[in-house]
C-alpha cells in the first residue's frame, strides 16, 4: 500500500511524498514552488460558467485551493482521492484550504450522491473535470473508472429529468384519464405467488427475437412469458401468447405497439 511522507519544497512550502511498496518515491507537488505549479495546471482549465468542479487527486490541495479562489462560492467543488491517510494528512498539515467548502469522495456511492446533489446547478451548465496528475499516476485504473462513473452518473440523472420534465403532461393526463381503472385494479400485488418456482423468459425486441421466437413455443407452458410492448406484436404473428406484457413510456408515440391488439 502506498504510503505518504511530508517534506518541504525549496521555497519552505510543505509537500508530500508518494511511496511505493517497491521504493518508488513521487513527489506530488514541485519541490520547487508548489503554489507557481498548481496556478498553472489551473490556468489549463476552463472554470468560467461551471456547474460544479470535480478535482481527481487532491495531494496537499494546493490546485484545489486554486480552483476555490476562482469559481463562485456557491459552486459545488469535490475532490476524488483514493486514500483516506492521505486526506487526514492534508488535514492535518494545511490551513490554507476551506474544507467546509469541500466534499471528499471515496467511493462510487459517494460520486453517486454528488452526482445527485449537483443536479440542480447542473442543468444548462458544465461539469468541470479537473485531473492532478501526479494523483492520478498514483492509480490510474482507480481515477479512470471513477470519472467514467461521475460522468455516467450526471448524465443518465440529467437524461432523466430532461425527460420527466418533457413528458410530465403527458403522465399526469394518463394518471388523471386512467384513475377509475386503477382504482378498480388490483395493482401488482395480485402477481405475488402465483409464478413462484417457475422460470422466466423476458422477451425484448430486437434481431435475436427474429432468429430466435420459434423457440418461444418450446417454452409457452413451461416458463412464464415475460414480453416488453414493442415485442408484442411478433409474438402474436408466431401465434404465441405472453403471460404479462410491460411497458412504461407514456407517449403516443408508443400505442402504435399495442394497436389492433
Not at 96 to 117: G, M, N, Y
Amino acid at each position: 500500500m502506498t504510503q505518504f511522507a511530508m517534506c518541504r519544497a525549496k521555497n519552505g512550502r510543505p509537500i508530500v511524498r508518494a511511496l511505493h511498496p517497491d521504493g518508488r518515491q513521487v513527489l506530488l507537488h514541485s519541490g520547487y514552488d508548489p503554489e507557481r505549479e498548481a496556478a498553472r495546471l489551473v490556468d489549463s482549465y476552463d472554470l468560467a460558467g461551471a456547474g460544479a468542479v470535480a478535482v481527481l487527486g487532491l495531494g496537499l490541495g494546493y490546485h484545489v485551493g486554486e480552483i476555490l479562489r476562482r469559481v463562485d462560492k456557491n459552486t459545488p467543488v469535490a475532490v476524488i482521492e483514493k486514500s483516506p491517510e492521505l486526506v487526514v494528512l492534508a488535514r492535518k498539515k494545511i490551513s490554507f484550504l476551506p474544507w467546509q467548502r469541500l466534499v471528499v469522495l471515496h467511493t462510487e456511492e459517494d460520486i453517486k450522491s454528488f452526482a445527485l446533489s449537483s443536479l440542480h446547478v447542473l442543468r444548462g451548465k458544465r461539469l468541470v473535470l479537473v485531473e492532478h496528475p501526479p494523483s492520478v499516476g498514483l492509480d490510474p485504473e482507480f481515477y479512470d473508472r471513477m470519472r467514467a462513473r461521475l460522468r455516467d452518473y450526471i448524465s443518465f440523472l440529467l437524461v432523466e429529468v430532461n425527460t420527466s420534465r418533457e413528458l410530465n403532461r403527458d403522465i399526469q393526463h394518463n394518471l388523471m384519464a386512467n384513475l377509475p381503472l386503477v382504482v378498480r385494479d388490483p395493482g401488482i400485488v395480485a402477481l405475488k405467488g402465483p409464478f413462484a418456482g417457475r422460470p422466466a423468459v423476458i422477451v425484448a425486441a430486437g434481431p435475436s427475437l427474429a432468429r430466435n421466437v420459434h423457440l418461444l413455443h418450446e417454452a409457452r407452458d413451461r416458463a412464464l412469458l415475460l414480453c416488453v410492448g414493442t415485442a408484442w406484436k411478433v409474438l402474436a404473428k408466431e401465434n404465441i401468447q405472453p403471460d404479462l406484457v410491460v411497458t412504461l413510456d407514456p407517449t403516443a408515440e408508443n400505442f402504435c405497439h399495442f394497436e389492433g391488439m
